[in-house]
């Protein structure tokens, strides 16, 4: 893996807004393409290898965390466990995640996995395949991000409730808009009729028991860019359970993948993995670790120690529902820039990877995304 410093193209920034990419800028560059990734493809097969091994291991971790009753070790209100089982247990539509990986000495660790609402899709699948299409037209990306988001949402058509598939998020995100958008798009495209709605436009229908939206029209399905933890913490979550009919997507048994507390969970259900860090509830990990809320976002929170001594820390909100002890393992250093490479699952298949870099060790909501490519 090397990172290469290039000239950015000079209208990049028209380029990348015609794709539909506002956000290109967040308090300072976050499209960055003044470098790029340069993958091998022992690497690529390395990161292709460790997606669906790991992903195969989480499903197993969460019938492990139902078949033992450890709701608690997540911190998941008591209200909300039947339907997480319910959705587990009915197979309830679910599209994609990603998967945090450090890749460093020819070894691929798993940092997390976002599988409730991870970002960077579509950067990660439109916007740098076509700057790939525009520097270096005869290179390849680890990239099908856009051919199996169209897919899968065709594949799910037939599990689907009948009417239309709406999509929402908060009023207040670009970024968040963007993905929606782009997901309603990759479902139009597979032939879904969808529609938009604002996280708070969703109303309950109290007589009939069942979500509908601005017009009084129920909701039967729909994808949301919300957090979970979120949702069941305030009062209208409560409806969650009410509405036997609409389906959530992601659903709800993403809760226990979408929480650090699966890392644990995975260390003690398969502790020899070579893409797993040991990981532990109590602080047993030795004197080099990191601190992680279970619940915590862009890097919010976490603290990080090498041989007993402080060495990163990053401010926030999160912590209170408890914390994680994870082995330390430091990002590669590339002329002080730390890469984190994120690595995506639709359906059931790896599809790609795109690569977002700090210039600190703990990777946060304004690290700019970098494109790549194989060779």
């Known amino acids: 893996m090397e990172r290469i410093k290039i000239t950015p193209r000079p209208d990049w920034e028209k380029k990348v807004e015609e794709l539909g990419f ?38 197993d971790a ?45 070894m691929v660790k798993m940092l997390e996995f976002n599988a409730d609402t991870p970002t960077a899709l579509f950067e990660g699948s439109v916007v740098q395949w076509f700057w790939l299409q525009d520097c270096f037209k005869d290179k390849d990306q680890f990239n099908s991000v856009h051919e199996k988001m169209v897919d899968y949402w065709a594949y799910l058509t037939k599990f689907l409730n009948p009417g239309k598939l709406y999509f929402s998020c908060v009023t207040d995100s670009l970024e968040d808009l963007t993905t929606i ?25 109290n007589e009939n028991n069942h979500f509908i939206d601005m017009q009084g029209e129920q909701i039967r399905n729909i994808f949301k860019l919300y957090p979970y933890e979120w949702m069941v913490r305030e009062e209208f979550g409560h409806n969650l359970m009410k509405d036997n009919e609409c389906l959530w997507i992601e659903p709800t048994w993403r809760m226990i993948l979408s929480n650090k507390a699966i890392m644990p969970i995975l260390s003690e259900l398969f502790p020899d993995c070579e893409y797993l860090l040991k990981s532990s509830f109590e602080n047993n990990i030795g004197d080099s670790y990191v601190m992680k809320p279970i619940l915590s976002r862009e890097g919010a929170n976490i603290r990080m120690f090498k041989n007993g001594v402080e060495i990163a820390k990053t401010e926030g909100e999160y912590g209170e529902e ?28 790896a599809a790609g990877i795109g690569i977002r870099e700090a210039e600190t060790l703990i990777t946060n909501n304004t690290s700019r995304f970098i494109p790549h490519l194989i060779d």
């Not at 969460?62 to 608690?72: I, S």
């Not at 408890?322 to 995506?344: A, H, K, M, R, T």
Request: glycine share 8%; hydrophobic share 40%.
């Open 62 to 106: 969460v019938q492990h965390v139902m078949d033992n009753n450890l709701y608690h070790k997540f911190a998941i209100p008591e209200y909300i466990i039947p339907l997480i089982i319910k959705s587990w247990e009915e197979d309830h539509p679910s599209i994609y995640g990603r998967f945090d990986f450090a890749v460093k000495d020819g």
């Open 22 to 59: 506002g956000f290109h800028h967040v308090d300072g560059v976050y499209w960055d393409e003044s470098a790029y990734y340069k993958l091998s493809l022992k690497e690529i097969d390395q990161i292709e290898a460790a997606t669906y091994e790991l992903w195969q291991m989480c499903l």
């Open 181 to 205: 958008e782009y997901m309603r798009d990759c479902a139009i495209q597979a032939g879904l009729e969808t529609d938009l709605i604002m996280i708070d436009e969703i109303g309950y229908d």
């Open 322 to 349: 408890g914390y994680i002890y994870q082995e330390l393992c430091e990002l590669p250093e590339f002329d002080g820039n730390y890469p984190v490479v994120g690595s995506w699952v639709i359906g059931q298949e």
